[in-house]
């Protein structure tokens, strides 16, 4: 019974698996079937697409070849069109070419004639001029310079009143010109007249003070005069001192260093050394500030705090008794002034005015001329080429650019105003003596005097040496010569003096 079961439990088990086996192959084939049938429809779609793919492409293609045709066709008429019309051109040049040849071998043959002409004319005026030099007994040269002679004598005068004429109405219409902008840039600026003297007075509480002063045996006079450099003068003169010396600088040190030991009271070479010395010190703020005022004075901005140190320290420096800074703010007022109506740069005026006296606070301390050095000490500085070069256009006979001849006028106009400078008796004596023996170098001067405190030179000259024409070239000549050997303060006249005198004595 057992093995019954078993073996129905494997027949159950055989049949189960032999159906499952066949079921599966039928489902399999049945796939099989169902794809292959897809592929078919698939390669069926794809022939059917690639048909309609290549159909188009012809299309195209045909439709491409067609367009290739047109533009060819349209290209090969434009080129046709080109081509004739090139044809034409070409048969047009070939037509103007050989008029152009006809008409080079015409003005061949006419400049040929001309040529023919000129020299049968050469030889006629020549044959001419033979003929009249026999009868004139003269040649060539001889005529022309008789003719020439003969229109300049005749002409001498008329020449004469012609360039007396332009002359004078150029100069009169330059110098009203001239007299109104500086007129007007004097108008707008009044400054201080004062000269600087070479000397300064310190007030004394009593007479008692000078013997302090001094010290005993002069050791307390002989420190101030040691430390500061200037020379103490003690005279009769009532509670009063007097400092001389030539540096301004070195004077205002002293005066402080006294007016402090006179308040303190207490007056030793030890006192005089510490006075001296806060002197100096306070007197270098004093400078910075002149410098930093005159600066906001003029509009200057931007200058190197070390440069405006320098220009305070020509608030302590003269030129012929003028000070140096109240000189440079007028001479950067007047130039700033002149730009204006010029149409110059006014702002290099203004500084270049400013700073072109510059190498005066230190031409004491470094070798060298005062212009040189403050072309340098400016480009040190940084400033720019136009402003540096003020500093040495206002000392050249014609500066370079028109800022440089403004500077160089507003300073003449500074220093040669009334009261501005004093000069000494040997130096003005040396610059009449030597125009006058400017004057007298001339061929044909006779006699020359320089009145009117030197500005002005009168020439006496030979009448039978020189005449009217010759004259009036000699005294620009004079001038001119005036102008590039001597320096002189301003405008100085020349008046030439040609008379002649016949005396007769009735006896």
Known sequence: MFAFSVLLTLASV?????????????IGVNEVNSAENKAEKIFSEAKVKESEVLLRAKERAIKFIDDAKKETDTRHRELSSSQQRLERREVLFDQKLLELQEKQQKLQERATQIDQLRTDIQKVREEQLAKL??????????ARGVLLEKAERDSR??????????????????????????ADAMQKYAGSVVSEMSTTSVPLPSDEMKGRIIGKEGRNIRTI??????????????????????????????????EKLIK???????????YVEQAKQELAQEIKKAGEDAAFAVGVTGLDPRLIQILGRLKYRTSFGQNALLHSLEVAYLAACMAEELG?????????????DIGKAVDHEVQGGHPQIGYEIMKKFNLPEEIAYQAIAHHEDSPKTLEGIIVKVADAISATRPGARRDTSERYL??????????????????????QAGREIRVFVTPDVVDDLTAHKLAKEIALSIEGELQYPGELKVTLIREKRIIEFAR
């Open 14 to 26: 055989f049949i189960g698996g032999f159906l499952g086996y066949y079921i599966r192959k039928q």
């Open 133 to 142: 030099e026999r009868v004139a007994a003269l040649t060539r040269d001889e």
């Open 157 to 182: 005068d008329d020449i004469l009143a012609r360039i007396k004429k332009v002359e004078a109405e150029g100069r009169d219409e330059v110098a009203a010109k001239a007299r109104h902008i500086i």
């Open 225 to 258: 005069e040691m430390l500061t450099g200037v020379e103490i003068l003690i005279d009769d003169t009532p509670q009063t001192i007097t400092l001389s010396s030539f540096n301004l600088l070195r004077r205002t040190i002293a005066k402080l260093a006294i």
């Open 264 to 274: 303190d009271g207490r007056i030793h070479p030890g006192r005089v050394e510490e």
């Open 344 to 356: 110059a740069n006014v702002a290099v005026c203004r500084k270049g005015g400013l700073l072109h």
């Open 430 to 451: 040396q610059r009449v003596t030597e125009l006058e023996a400017l004057a007298k170098r001339f061929e044909g001067v006779e006699k020359a005097y320089a009145i």
